[in-house]
């Protein structure tokens, strides 16, 4: 009986010593596994439930993210390297945990509760719970949320918003670290090009400092961009279109309107007109035979007339009020 009532005195005790524990060690607890994790802990519902009830007397973060291939959450795993590096990198920063602030990390197979009782749709979804006692306490326990809707998947616009939402406490200076992968990748594809360009240079010099090759170039060139080429690209225009009599119309009406069959069309038709343009002036001069050279005139002086006839035709179908006109079209 005396063995009875002593165990009964001492229970309250025991209780009182119990829940005391509970509460001064939940943030000694979490934060020497966020040491030795070096980063953000994971939690499950019945962890996330313990660390965040009151009474607090610290900081804690908590990404709400879904990682698992089903879910399809590319800013999710496109942010969860960076909030492991924030996470560890604070924590880094304030040894002493004189900031008392937690990085937690909440997956949705973890924490499908906590998902529910917090209505959540979207993924990811950072939330901060303040102090609810102690030093920057907040009298409203509830938490305050950063959205990614933005797009954002960077630490370095996390790292800025919890040090505005925190001003009481310490904020380790977020520092990138040197990515020497990256370094040595670039380092690697100079000395490659160099030793390309060395090796390459006495049999690609000869084919870049051919004029002909050049020319050939910017004829093209001139012939794409004054045949209305970038005009498709920016409007995105039909290739052809019906004439609304059962056929197609390979030419729209009007300035402001074209087909991607008619920039082709009249990119032929400059490409010939300058083809027989420099063979005038270049080709037949050198000829030595009379006859012959008689010949070429009037081959090429027919073609730049039939393909000039033909191009004021299709200017009169782009302006009907144009009166001019060139036989035989």
Known sequence: MKVLQLMMALLPLGAFAAKKATSGDRFQTFHAKQVSAGGPVKLDDQSYNELTKAPRDYSIAVLLTALDARFSCNLCNEFQPEWELLGKQWTKGDKKAEGRMLFTTLDFLDGKATFQSLQMQTAPVLLLFSPTTGPGAKPDAAPVR????????????????????????????????????????????????????????????????????????????????????????????????????????????????????????????????????????????????????????????????????????????????????????
């Open 146 to 329: 950063f959205d990614f809707s933005t797009g954002i998947n960077k630490a370095e616009p996390i790292h800025a918003w919890l040090s505005r939402q925190l001003p009481g406490i310490p904020h380790p200076q977020f520092v990138r670290p040197i990515n020497f992968l990256r370094i040595g990748v670039a380092i690697t594809a100079v000395l490659g090009f160099i030793t390309f360009a060395t090796v390459a240079t006495p049999y690609l010099l000869p084919v870049i400092q051919n004029r002909n090759l050049w020319a050939a170039i910017s004829l093209i060139a001139v012939l794409l961009f004054t045949s209305g080429h970038m005009f498709n690209h920016i409007r995105k225009v039909p290739y052809v279109s019906g004439d609304g009599k059962g056929g197609v119309s390979y030419f729209a009406g009007g300035f402001q309107n074209q087909f991607g069959l008619e920039t082709q069309i009249v990119a032929a038709m400059y490409g010939v007109l300058s083809f027989a343009t420099i063979s005038l002036a270049l080709k037949v001069p050198r000829m030595t035979d009379a006859r012959s050279q008689q010949i070429a005139v009037f081959v090429w002086g027919g073609v730049i007339l039939g393909m000039y006839s033909f191009l004021l035709s299709v200017f009169r179908i782009k302006n009907g009020g144009y009166p001019f006109w060139l036989p035989p079209f």
